[in-house]
């Protein structure tokens, strides 16, 4: 939400243009998630629980600061308060962080998925467990650097105004301290951009091997395992992710270069 802007400013749109998109990006993440939940447990693979956990985290990024933030933009000025300006800075943070590991975690289970059907197998059960287990430490992960400006580790939220909540990473920091935010903030962010484009990288790899390997050769000389990543629907579902990832941080790589620790 624009609140960074003069409040004056009373022709300016982006905010309402903000507005716009946060609906369209809960609308785009209802229908995934019905889909992922509605499976017979049976059917549910790993992919699907991640898939609905980035849907409903990028909803709950929308609609947790939506009261506050779009209250305070049609009233020009924010409403909350200093406590509530630091607990909607954690929140948003902390979901934003959260939905980019959760694409680097759907890349990373992409390329065990292909690499375990190729060479071993691994039950749903333990598959089901590897995914739950890495979304906790996500959440854990995020949690973790979205709060440490609430002990002093970046700059403050609120404006001596207090007409502004303004986001931590737009702020300037006024000792050394409160930088810590702004290079764990950066390390976050380009640590999941690289290691998303290393294991995709990966996965493109696996299966331009697979395709070497096998070619145009018959179903009956393929193994089991063979004929799974034959499968189009596995192929094209590792292409989906893969130009997910890459969409995904093409939106949030003009704000990690912008990011800069003063």
Not at 38 to 47: D, L, W
Not at 102 to 123: G, Q, Y
Not at 252 to 262: A, D, I, Q
Request: glycine share 6%; aromatic share 10%.
């Amino acid at each position: 939400m624009p609140l960074e802007q003069s409040i004056d400013d009373v022709s300016d749109v982006s905010g309402s243009v903000t507005i716009g998109l946060e609906v369209a990006l809960v609308l785009a993440n209802v229908f995934p998630v019905w889909v992922a939940l509605s499976r017979p447990s049976g059917k549910c693979h790993v992919t699907d629980e991640l898939i609905a956990a980035l849907g409903v985290t990028d909803i709950l990024s929308v609609l947790v600061p939506a009261p506050l933030g779009w209250t305070s933009y049609f009233r020009r000025k924010w409403t909350g308060g200093n406590v509530l300006c630091q607990i909607q800075q954690v929140a948003v943070v902390w979901l934003q962080l959260a939905s980019m590991g959760l694409v680097t975690t759907l890349c990373i289970e992409r390329w065990f998925s292909l690499r375990e059907a190729m060479f071993c197998k691994m039950s749903a059960g333990s598959r089901s467990r590897r995914g739950r287990v890495a979304v906790a430490v996500v959440y854990v992960l995020s949690l973790v650097v979205s709060s440490l400006p609430a002990f002093g580790l970046a700059p403050d939220a609120f404006s001596a105004s207090g007409k502004l909540c303004e986001a931590w990473i737009t702020r300037h920091p006024d000792h050394t301290k409160q930088r810590v935010f702004h290079v764990s903030f950066l390390a976050v962010g380009f640590g999941n951009l690289l290691v998303s484009m290393v294991v995709n990288a990966a996965v493109s790899g696996v299966l331009w091997r697979f395709q070497k390997k096998y070619g145009n050769q018959c179903a009956n000389r393929m193994s089991t395992a063979a004929m799974q990543i034959d499968s189009r629907t596995v192929v094209e579902f590792t292409l989906m992710i893969i130009m997910m990832t890459v969409i995904f941080y093409m939106a949030w790589l003009p704000v990690l270069v912008s990011t800069r620790v003063p």
